[in-house]
């Protein structure tokens, strides 16, 4: 998703932009921009491309590009494809935009302008706000916002300078995230902390409909009304070396081998006389028990783990919970109200789909729980209740540590609930609360032990085609397996119920489509083998993820990763891991962009 940086201050803000717009890498772009006040006007650079073609550019071409007040940007596409011209800043010499979201109503706007005499130059909604507020501008930037902000529908966070002013940056945010940070005698904005984490800690979160204005290095925000507001400034406690590599090749990584911490951090303060506690977010065992239905509704791995979610809180607190794709609960008008509970699943809260499902759940009646990284998101902002997930910033676009951590979450949701329902004793609750504090431990074990998935990366390089197969809640780990082979080694995968393999799809078994069996359940082990042995009987390759206390004969599998045991419940919490390295080994021996897939952004903010 598009990522907006400004700064205000003393420095050359140039090299501030372009190193800030680096930090935002990770949300996927395919262009990227910097205006900035230079010699008594507006001077922009932009480029389709990467920030190093960015830089380029600037070198050849501009520069003479050199001041202390400037915006910047990059862009992944929606209105218009990658090209020079469609890249932001938008605007003239008077008025230079950037912006994140999508305009719904632009090309109601653009035939307005259009009558009145603008022509356009790119494909974007985004040139239409720009030439809106040249539309409006009467020498008051304030009056003028305020007039476009009435007009425009949509998601947006914008950051906008105007030549009269030389030293301040406007911008503005709806639904789309937008930070204002504060440093000594400078001011930024930015899509995300990691930005302006190398200049200050300190930062704001501007809220919906606010106006912030960074002038001369100070910032000053305003509701829509233009009263000055008296925010809580908030400090970051994210170091530069948690957003960065850590000595790993990828974040991705990285970020598979922070998992025992992110799960220790997560669970540990949740847990009071050794069963789960979640009354700090307002959730407790009571109000808990008392929802009718549960629905957890999510998009991509953070859906996934709603899908382990389902199982464990029915097979434990035996209440109905329904999974869905939030792109589609949103316009499948669901029977949903008071007394249900909706769980917003999400790493980055920021997720469009997700978030409106969450507010149609809200308009609806129902209680809603956002279980989110990103603290300050929108999607937590939003809801009722929330679980904050403290994996630390995910930066591959591959999510891997944020799934672990919300899985972790829905095992500590279901034991209360279990435990609140009168389903189980307190014995059983506090005994399964501590196998899931054994499992950082377990899991380190595994994370150590990579080499097998390394090998079997190489027995699946060259393959095209491949399918994971599971019953139970090896199902749901087989679509996460499946989802992230694909997004990053670019190798088409079907995760398949592996009852369902016969009814059809077995037909597609040859020798070059191996299949990833996951039979970690002891009371369906057996019933997998069964599907195992078919494929192996057709020829085709298996390769079995299994506890490693299983018998496995050559009839069944041609590869073995073993796990260590824990409860048959609990086994999601390790069985993931070897998924993400068979992932991640495959995707590095292809030479693909492990941390940047293509057509991918880590935040998707449209819908
Ligand atoms: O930020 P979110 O958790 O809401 O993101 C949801 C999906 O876009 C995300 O999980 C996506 O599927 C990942 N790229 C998968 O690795």
């Known amino acids: 998703m598009c990522g907006i940086v400004g700064y205000v201050g003393k420095r050359d803000c140039t090299q501030i932009l372009l190193d800030s717009l680096s930090k935002l890498e990770y949300r996927g772009y395919d262009s990227a921009g910097i205006a900035v006040f ?70 109601k706007i653009k035939d307005f302008l259009i009558k009145r005499g603008y022509v356009f130059e790119s494909q974007t909604d985004t040139e239409t706000v720009a030439k809106l507020l040249d539309h409006y501008y009467d020498g008051d930037p304030m009056e003028t916002i305020r007039k476009v902000l009435g007009e425009i529908e949509g998601s947006y966070a914008l950051g906008i300078i105007f030549k009269d002013f030389p030293d301040r940056i406007y911008a503005v945010r709806k639904d789309s995230p937008l930070i204002v940070g504060v440093g000594e005698d400078e001011a930024f904005i930015a899509s995300d902390v990691p930005a302006i984490l190398k200049y200050t800690r300190d930062y704001y979160l501007l809220e919906q409909d606010e106006i912030a204005v960074l002038d001369n290095g100070k910032a000053q925000i305003y509701d829509k009304h233009g009263a000055l507001l008296e925010k809580e400034l908030k400090t970051a406690d994210w170091d530069m070396e948690a957003a960065e590599k850590g000595g790993y090749e990828h974040f991705m990584l990285k970020e598979i081998n922070e998992q025992p911490d992110a799960i220790r951090q997560t669970i540990s303060p949740r847990i009071s006389d050794g069963i789960p506690c979640f009354e700090e977010c307002g ?39 329904t999974v869905d794709v939030a792109s589609e609960f949103r316009y499948r008008d669901p029977i949903i109200g008071e007394g249900d509970l909706v769980i ?5 809260g920021e997720t469009a789909d997700s978030l409106e499902a969450l507010k149609l759940s809200k308009r609806r009646g129902a209680q809603t729980l956002a ?10 902002r939003e809801a009722d209740m929330v679980i904050y997930t403290h994996a630390g910033p995910e930066i591959s676009v591959a999510s891997t540590k944020a799934y672990s951590v919300q899985i972790a979450v829905f095992y500590m949701l279901a034991f209360l609930l279990a435990y609140s329902r009168k389903q189980i004793s307190l014995e059983e609750c506090k005994r399964l609360t501590a196998v899931l504090e054994s499992v950082p431990e377990k899991l380190g074990e595994i994370l150590k032990s990579e080499k097998t998935c390394q090998f079997v990366a190489s027995q699946l390089v060259n393959s095209e085609n491949l399918l994971y197969i599971g019953r139970g809640l090896d199902y749901a780990l087989s679509m996460e397996g499946s989802l992230k082979l694909k997004e990053i080694s670019y190798i088409h995968s079907e995760s398949y119920a592996a009852g369902e393999l016969k009814h059809g799809t077995i037909s597609l078994v040859t020798e070059s489509m191996p299949v990833i069996a996951v039979a970690t359940q002891h009371d369906l082990f057996e019933k997998t083998v069964s599907n195992a042995k078919e494929v192996k009987a057709r020829g085709g390759k298996v390769i079995i993820v299994t506890q490693e206390d299983t018998e496995v004969g050559d009839d069944v599998a041609d590869h073995k990763i073993g796990l260590p045991s824990i409860d048959d419940l609990l086994m999601p919490m390790l069985t993931v891991a070897p998924l993400q390295l068979i992932a991640y080994y495959t995707s590095v021996l292809r030479g693909n962009d492990v941390d940047k897939p293509r057509n991918l952004a880590k935040s998707v903010t449209v819908e």
């Open 371 to 380: 279980i989110v990284n990103v603290v300050g998101s929108s999607i937590a």
């Open 38 to 107: 230079s010699g008594g006007g507006i001077k922009t650079c932009k480029t389709m491309g990467r920030i190093a073609d960015l830089k380029e550019k600037i070198n050849s071409e501009c520069s003479d590009l050199c001041g202390s007040c400037g915006i910047g940007h990059t862009r992944w596409a929606t209105h218009g494809e990658p090209s020079d011209v469609n890249s932001h800043p938008h605007g003239n010499a008077e008025i230079s935009i950037v912006h994140n979201g999508i305009i719904e109503n632009y090309q």
């Open 283 to 321: 959730l407790t065992a009571e109000k808990l028990a008392a929802y009718r239905n549960i629905f957890v509704v999510a998009c991509g791995t953070a859906m996934h783990a709603g899908l382990v979610g389902k199982y464990v809180i029915e097979k434990l607190a035996r209440i109905p919970v």
């Open 344 to 348: 917003i699943v999400s790493q980055s």
